[in-house]
Nanobody
Framework: QVQLVESGGGLVQPGGSLRLSCAAS????????MGWFRQAPGKERDFVAA????????AYADSVKGRYTISRDNAKNTVYLQMNSLKPEDTAVYYC????????????????WGQGTQVTVSS
């Protein structure tokens, strides 16, 4: 079992920045690829970014490429999502997830999920 707890969400103005954190506990964190997803009201949960076990390989959705950066610190059992140049359409609940195999871009590829943190981009 892996337990995941997100933090760092909040209200930010368009053009602003936020950094989300996801702290993991339980089984060896470095065994897992980690991903971030988001879900807006009435919409499906969408892939945002993913990072492999070592941090050497990352993947991003086209909608966030160049604005978001995913990173991890295996010594702290934490994965981060730095979000810059935020737009109102980035408003959603953001979830982190752990995958035991591969570097999935789809939610079904992940084994463990956090409870989510709300990000609201509004003036």
């Amino acid at each position: 079992q892996v337990q995941l707890v997100e933090s760092g969400g909040g209200l930010v103005q368009p053009g602003g920045s936020l950094r989300l954190s996801c702290a993991a506990s339980g089984r060896a964190f470095s065994n897992y690829a980690m991903g971030w997803f988001r879900q807006a009201p009435g919409k499906e949960r969408d892939f945002v970014a993913a990072i492999n076990w070592s941090g050497g390989i990352t993947a991003y959705a086209d909608s966030v490429k160049g604005r978001y950066t995913i990173s991890r610190d295996n010594a702290k059992n934490t994965v981060y999502l730095q979000m810059n140049s935020l737009k109102p359409e980035d408003t959603a609940v953001y979830y982190c997830a752990a995958a035991g195999v591969g570097l999935p871009r789809h939610a079904a590829g992940y084994d463990y999920w956090g409870q989510g943190t709300q990000v609201t981009v509004s003036s």
